[in-house]
């Protein structure tokens, strides 16, 4: 009887998340096409019916937004691009055990979980108002390192929650850092990484870097690349798309796409800073090396499926690892370039989630 009540009960809580996610995701569709009425245009009735049918198993009611979004910015239809709210809906927990995602994305344990050298140095931690150094033992506030030994600027983020950039900071000095870090908590200070000269002719301000998506196939847990993306600020900001960067998607062997996009589907065939075309001449320097360095990342992660790894080629020429996104995942980037966000792995992706519907937990974040 309590099993029943249980079940009951996560049907309730998720159907009541499930609507808030469509309404929300309802209404930042209705932002782009205010802003891009041409967006609204079908697809094409095969298309269209082709799409209902493959994402049916997940939903009753499928909207068809995401599909005449990226359909009209690419100029192709792929029956099998994700329904942005049925991912945020029925998808994105499935992949990722939900008790697992906090500790594997908290900056601050990077080291615990992957090799040296891979993600940025750190010379300070901050978990829960504790400083820990950079191998985390435990501090004394009254010993902490000497500020002055840091190369500056140094980058100050949460450990938690920085979506976005949300958080994120570069003292140029060490009192700057100090007046930073008061009365805060949760937090980093990193060595700042200084990008390779392909980057860097793109968009001088801030890092720019690749977001790339790996799936362990729930099939026979190998690892896979679903897809890659070029993020980059854009006058001023970071390369978070929220912040106001743009993305250009990533062909197979290191190819960019020929026009990259904001978070709202303006289209751009050049940087509008450095007014660099993008497209297929612009070739991602050691991009197969990238492919073998989140493949084996991912291989070390426990109960993960689906990891969104932000890299950058440092100006040593070594790929190196800014962070890794859990959850809060964006699957535009691939799809608003046509490609549909698990491309061959569609099916069992469907069949997989369609099967298990007590691990879905609805997400509520829509940017």
């Known amino acids: 009887m309590l099993e029943i009540a249980r079940t009951y009960r996560d049907y309730i809580v998720h159907r ?44 009753a009611k499928i909207s068809l937004d995401t599909l005449r979004v990226c359909w009209n910015i690419s100029g192709h239809a792929d ?51 504790q400083f820990f150094d ?29 979506s976005g950039g949300k958080g994120v900071s570069f003292p140029k000095t060490p009192a700057e850092l100090r007046s930073a870090i008061e009365g805060r908590i949760n937090f980093v200070v990193q060595r700042r990484i200084r990008q390779d000269a392909f980057f860097e002719r793109f968009n001088a ?14 099939l026979n847990d190998e690892v896979h690349v679903l897809n890659t993306a070029l993020r980059l600020g854009k006058g001023g900001s970071l390369d978070n798309e929220t912040a106001g960067g743009i993305v250009c998607f990533v062909r197979p062997g290191g190819r960019l796409n020929e026009f990259a996009v904001d978070r709202y589907g303006e289209k751009f065939e050049r940087h509008p800073d450095s007014q660099l075309a993008f497209g297929p001449s612009q070739v991602v320097p050691k991009f197969e090396q990238m492919i073998e360095l989140t493949l084996t990342l ?17 100006d ?9 996104n859990l959850n809060s995942h964006t699957i535009r980037f691939a799809q608003y370039a046509g490609q549909p966000f698990f491309g061959d792995f569609t099916g069992e992706v469907v069949r997989y989630c369609s099967v298990h519907p007590h691990l879905r937990r609805a997400h509520v974040r829509i940017t």
């Open 205 to 218: 301000y801030g890092l720019n870097t690749l977001r790339v998506y790996t799936y362990k196939s729930v």
């Open 16 to 59: 009541h998340r499930r609507l808030g996610i469509e309404r929300g995701w309802q209404a930042r569709h209705n932002k782009v096409f205010s802003l891009h009425p041409q967006y609204r245009k079908p697809c094409g009735p095969e298309v269209e019916s082709q799409h209902l049918a493959i994402w049916r198993p997940l939903a």
């Open 316 to 324: 040593q020429g070594r790929w190196r690892c800014v962070e890794v």
């Open 79 to 129: 029956p099998r691009i994700v329904p942005e709210e049925l991912f945020a809906s029925e998808i994105e927990r499935v992949l990722a055990h939900r008790d697992w995602t906090p500790v594997l994305s908290h900056k601050s344990l990077y080291s615990r979980f992957f090799p040296a050298g891979v993600f940025p140095e750190c010379y300070l931690h901050n978990i829960e108002g």
């Open 298 to 314: 991912h291989r070390l992660l426990p109960a993960i499926r689906l990891a969104g790894w932000d890299v950058c080629l440092d």
């Open 134 to 162: 950079a191998a985390l033992n435990p501090l004394d506030r009254t010993a902490l390192p000497h500020f002055e030994a840091f190369e500056y600027p140094v980058v100050l983020k949460p450990n938690t929650g920085s």
